[in-house]
């Protein structure tokens, strides 16, 4: 009997806590995508009449973005970042133009160019805190400073590599978008200026890119 009573006690009590509990509390302040990493392909703007694009000229970021939301459901946000980019700009060359050799014609060259990336992003998304499959539109401004780049060259009687750094420009600005729903985002980055500084060189040089790609977000 005295351990009937104890068991109906002991039940009794436990029912009573389990009226008590509750479900977590979802975040207010949750915080989206805040690593990324980006995949592109490099379609050069501006480029001389003795330039042409070969291959795929590829382009290559990833960071880290904190991410602020600025509204109460958190579907608005800023996020500030920090990261790194590498560009693989291939094209050939035609040096008969300037040589004025007309058997000379360079055969392939890449442009590698390496840098410290700065991005501010303002972010549009759908999200909860219980889901991570979601729709985005962020949009982007990005300071990037160069790290080095280098110039390789190839033709059928010669080969080197050269750095470029003296006459690049240092810091390359651009605006970005991209848009997507849960893992894959498209990706669209304009450079706003070229990447050879015009007073460093002799031949005029307004080279710049249009990246257009895929984005993936982390976390």
């Known amino acids: 009997m005295r351990l009937f009573v104890s068991l109906f006690f002991l039940l ?15 975040d ?30 590829t382009g290559i970021s990833a960071g880290f973005l904190r991410d602020f939301p600025i ?14 980019s590498y560009n693989d700009l291939k094209q050939t060359i035609d040096l008969s133009v300037v040589t004025n050799d007309p058997d000379f014609k360079l055969v392939k060259s890449s442009i590698y160019l390496h840098y410290v990336d700065i991005p501010l992003e303002i972010r549009w998304r759908n999200a909860t805190p219980n889901s991570h499959k979601f729709w985005r539109i962020y949009g982007g401004f990005v300071t ?21 750094n003296a006459i690049l420009n240092k810091f390359q600005y651009a605006t970005y978008l991209t848009f997507g729903f849960n893992t894959w985002n498209a990706y669209i980055h304009y450079g706003l200026n070229p990447f050879i500084d015009e007073n460093k060189t ?18």
């Open 28 to 57: 207010s302040l949750f915080r989206e995508d805040q690593f990324y990493v980006s995949i592109s392909y490099n379609i050069l703007q501006k480029i001389p009449e003795n330039f042409k694009q070969y291959s795929f000229s």
């Open 202 to 219: 002799a031949s005029e040089n307004n080279v710049t890119s249009l990246k257009v790609g895929l984005m993936f977000y982390i976390l």
């Open 144 to 164: 990037s400073y160069l790290i080095n780049g280098n110039f390789k060259f190839e033709s059928d009687t010669v080969s080197g590599k050269e750095n470029l």
């Open 12 to 26: 009794n009590i436990t029912i009573g806590f389990s009226q008590f509990e509750t479900k977590p509390v979802a």
């Open 71 to 84: 509204s109460k459901n958190c579907h608005w946000a800023i996020a500030p970042g920090i990261g790194y």
